[in-house]
Nanobody
Framework: QVQLVESGGGLVQAGGSLRLSCAAS????????MGWYRQAPGKQRELVAA???????NYVDSVKGRFTISRDNAKNTVYLQMNSLKPEDTAVYFC?????????WGQGTQVTVSS
């Protein structure tokens, strides 16, 4: 099993930055892929960014050039650096891990971007 704990959400003005952290309970180099999803009120959960065990990354088009996903294997932590935030980025952000074909989720952290 994998436990995931997110931190770093909050309230920020448009154009500002936040960094989300996701601490995993096991060595992340053994996890196939980790990523960040978000869910806004009344909308489906969507993939924002993902990173594989060999550090290949993938982003949804709406955040390309603004968000960066990274990993620190020594700290068993994955980060999401979010710059140039927009009101439409407001959502609950969830950390995700795929480990032996099983999906694991964090509890979510709220990100609110005011205009």
């Amino acid at each position: 099993q994998v436990q995931l704990v997110e931190s770093g959400g909050g309230l920020v003005q448009a154009g500002g930055s936040l960094r989300l952290s996701c601490a995993a309970s096991r060595r992340i180099f053994s996890i196939t892929a980790m990523g960040w999803y978000r869910q806004a009120p009344g909308k489906q959960r969507e993939l924002v960014a993902a990173i594989t065990s060999d550090s290949k990354t993938n982003y949804v088009d709406s955040v390309k050039g603004r968000f960066t996903i990274s990993r620190d294997n020594a700290k068993n932590t994955v980060y999401l650096q979010m710059n140039s935030l927009k009101p439409e980025d407001t959502a609950v952000y969830f950390c995700h891990a795929l480990y032996y074909d099983v999906d694991y989720w964090g509890q979510g952290t709220q990100v609110t971007v005011s205009s």
